[in-house]
């Protein structure tokens, strides 16, 4: 019972949080795939937990995977675009 109650609560803060990221990268202007490359890598990070506790296979395969996006993540934050300072 709690576990299902678990993971439709992370499936819609999940969905809340995906709108939140598309109307804040529209709102900035951000346009292209290598500066969405991290928030998606960090989607499929929850994504790919919640199927694997859905699923009961937490197992080496779903952990590597966890690891691979998060250095992906990591890695391609370079891309994201930075906020301009603004001299007072």
Same mark, same amino acid.
């Given at each position: 019972?709690?576990?299902?109650?678990?993971? $439709?609560? +992370?499936?819609? /803060? %999940?969905?809340? *949080?995906?709108?939140? &990221? !598309?109307?804040?990268?529209?709102?900035?202007?951000?346009?292209?795939?290598?500066?969405?490359?991290?928030?998606?890598?960090?989607?499929?990070?929850?994504? $790919?937990? +919640?199927?694997? /506790? %859905?699923?009961? *296979?937490?197992?080496? &395969? !779903?952990?590597?995977?966890?690891?691979?996006?998060?250095?992906?993540?990591?890695?391609?934050?370079?891309?994201?675009?930075?906020?301009?300072?603004?001299?007072?």
């Amino acid at each position: 019972m709690l576990s299902t109650v678990m993971a $439709i609560v +992370l499936m819609v /803060f %999940l969905v809340v *949080s995906i709108i939140m &990221v !598309i109307k804040k990268r529209r709102k900035a202007g951000q346009t292209g795939l290598k500066s969405a490359l991290t928030p998606i890598c960090f989607f499929a990070i929850a994504i $790919i937990n +919640l199927f694997g /506790f %859905l699923f009961h *296979s937490l197992g080496v &395969v !779903i952990w590597s995977l966890n690891v691979v996006f998060l250095i992906m993540g990591a890695y391609f934050t370079k891309y994201s675009l930075v906020a301009e300072e603004h001299n007072s």
